[in-house]
C-alpha cells in the first residue's frame, strides 16, 4: 500500500499530464522550440566517453571538473559535470535540454550537430550524466530502489510492478523519450515531498543522499554500459 502511495504521489508532483507530446519517434517538449530525436537504442555510455574524450575533454575536462588546458582561456568557464550530491549543471537540465546543448553549442562552446551522429549526441549525453554519479551511489540507489520502489515501478523500471497496476499512466524509466523531458531534481522533488494532504513523503524515511541515490539508479535505466 505504502508503494503505491509513493508511486501516485511521484506522479502527481512530477506532473506527467502534459510536460511533452510523443509521435513517431520524436518529442516536443514544451518549454523547448526544437524537436529532438531519439535512437532506436539506449545510449551507451562507453560510447559517450570515446565521444567526450575526442571532442570534449579538452575543455570540461577528462573527470568533468572544467578544468581541461582549453578552459583557462575559455569565458564563461566550462560547465562541471563531476560527481557531487547535487550538481546544478545536470541535475536542474533534462536530458533534451543537454542534447540540445551539444547539438546547437552554448557559446563559447561550437555546436557539434554538423560534426556527430545523433547517436553519438546522445552517447555523450549520457556519458556528461554519468560523471555526476558514482558506481557506489548506482549501487546504494538500486539497494533503496528494490526496497521502496520496484513494487510498483517494477523490477526493471518498467512500470509494471504488482502493486501499481490500479495506479494510472505509471511511467517507464527506461523510455528515453519520456525520461528526457524531466530533470533528476523533479525526480528528487517528488520522492522527497510526495503529495500535499494525506500522503507521507520519503523526505522522513530516507537520507538526501539516499534519496538522490535512487535518483541516480532511476536515471541510469536509460541508458546501457
Given amino acids: 500500500m505504502a508503494t503505491r502511495i509513493v ?46 574524450e575526442k571532442f570534449c575533454a579538452a575543455c570540461h575536462g577528462d573527470s568533468g571538473r572544467g578544468d581541461g588546458p582549453a578552459a583557462a582561456a575559455l569565458t564563461p568557464k566550462p560547465t562541471p559535470f563531476a ?30 550537430g554538423m560534426v556527430l551522429t545523433e547517436a553519438q ?52 524509466f527506461t523510455d528515453l523519450k519520456w525520461m528526457s523531458g524531466v530533470e533528476d531534481a523533479r525526480f528528487f522533488k517528488g520522492i522527497s515531498r510526495g503529495l500535499h494532504g494525506p500522503v507521507a513523503s520519503w523526505g522522513g524515511q530516507l537520507s538526501e543522499q539516499e534519496r538522490w541515490n535512487v535518483v541516480d539508479y532511476i536515471r541510469s535505466l536509460t541508458h546501457s554500459e
Avoid at 124 to 147: F, H, I, M, N
Fill in 7 to 52: 508511486a501516485a504521489a511521484l506522479l502527481a508532483v512530477l506532473g506527467f499530464t502534459g510536460g511533452a507530446s510523443a509521435d513517431k519517434g520524436h518529442v516536443h517538449h514544451l518549454h523547448m522550440e526544437k524537436t529532438v530525436f531519439f535512437p532506436a537504442q539506449k545510449p551507451s555510455i562507453a560510447s559517450g566517453k570515446v565521444v567526450y
Fill in 83 to 112: 560527481d557531487s550530491l547535487f550538481n546544478p549543471s545536470v541535475h536542474e537540465m533534462t536530458h533534451s535540454h543537454l542534447f540540445d546543448s551539444v547539438t546547437h553549442g552554448v557559446p563559447p562552446m561550437p555546436a557539434f
Fill in 121 to 172: 549526441r546522445w552517447d555523450a549525453t549520457a556519458y556528461v550524466w554519468a560523471l555526476s554519479t558514482t558506481p557506489e551511489r548506482l549501487r546504494d540507489g538500486q539497494e533503496v530502489y528494490r526496497k521502496f520502489c520496484a513494487g510498483c515501478h517494477g523490477e526493471t523500471g518498467r512500470g509494471d510492478g504488482p502493486a501499481g497496476k490500479g495506479i494510472r499512466r505509471m511511467p517507464d
